[in-house]
């Protein structure tokens, strides 16, 4: 394990364009913090975000995640390329040629995607734990240990996008092509989702299937987290608006994007394993 871990990141060490959104990706992370300091003084208008409660325990942990995931297309980028560039440099090849078989290079690639998972979701917990005793005001144990299911709900998130990127970039062997299929994808379901509602079923069961697709499935990991501040809930109550939904991390939810986890590392190894190198 060790040793096919050394591999793959002494290729993406050796790569300048994986080390640049590598670097840029941890970064952009490290810079929620700078929400913080955001303040709006226009006369009588007063707006703090820190003021606002998203730093309060246990929100926080909620908040920081479904910020946090929109920048997990920098790691996207390097997935993809981290394939396209097996195919265009040989080294897929002269790997195999070197004795490693073709499950053990689809393990080093699904090792690399659990490790990037693994370090972000550290990353993310160690950010938010320090920006909520800084910022929150509550302070007990209880309170801040609450909810860390939407940090397992990260790690699940990365580890399918990515394995699903790992899946694209075997498939098309082109980063730029492996991206565009993802775009496609995303777009593919809406559609499906559209017919279904429109023609064949009710919305109702729509959104059920809807539910199953690969992407919504990790989009449904951790729902939006806006409509929880109290200030949002304030103003839906003067609107006579319910705005509170249901923002629990379900164990269906984990397990469906775990199956398409599966299925995705799998049809990566089918289609080496079919393919003539």
Request: aromatic share 18%; glycine share 4%; net charge neutral.
């Amino acid at each position: 394990m060790i040793r096919l871990l050394q591999i793959e990141f002494i290729k993406l060490w050796n790569n300048r364009a994986s080390k640049v959104l590598i670097i840029a990706y941890f970064t952009l992370l490290t810079f929620i913090s700078l929400i913080a300091a955001i303040k709006f003084d226009l006369g009588p208008l007063k707006f703090h975000f820190a003021e606002m409660g998203i730093f309060d325990f246990p929100y926080i942990w909620h908040f920081n995640t479904y910020i946090a995931a929109f920048f997990k297309l920098f790691l996207a980028v390097v997935i993809v390329s981290m394939m396209a560039n097996e195919y265009s440099n040989k080294t897929i090849k002269q790997n195999l040629i070197d004795g490693l078989s073709k499950w053990e290079f689809i393990y080093s690639k699904f090792l690399t995607v659990l490790v990037f998972s693994a370090i972000s979701t550290l990353f993310i917990f160690v950010v938010s734990l320090i920006l909520g005793l800084l910022y929150s005001s509550y302070n007990e144990l209880g309170i801040i240990f609450s909810d860390l299911e939407f940090i397992l709900a990260y790690f699940i998130k990365l580890v399918a996008f990515f394995s699903l990127c790992l899946f694209l970039g075997i498939l098309v062997k082109r980063s730029a092509f492996a991206l565009g299929f993802l775009i496609l994808w995303s777009i593919v379901e809406q559609i499906i989702f559209g017919v279904l509602g429109w023609k064949i079923t009710s919305w109702e069961t729509a959104t059920t299937i809807k539910s199953l697709f690969p992407l919504e499935s990790m989009a449904n990991l951790i729902d939006q987290p806006f409509s929880r501040l109290s200030v949002v809930q304030n103003i839906g109550d003067q609107l006579e608006t319910d705005l509170k939904f249901d923002y629990a991390v379900h164990s269906y939810e984990i397990l469906i994007a775990l199956a398409w986890t599966a299925i995705f590392i799998y049809g990566s190894y089918a289609l080496l394993k079919k393919r003539d190198l």
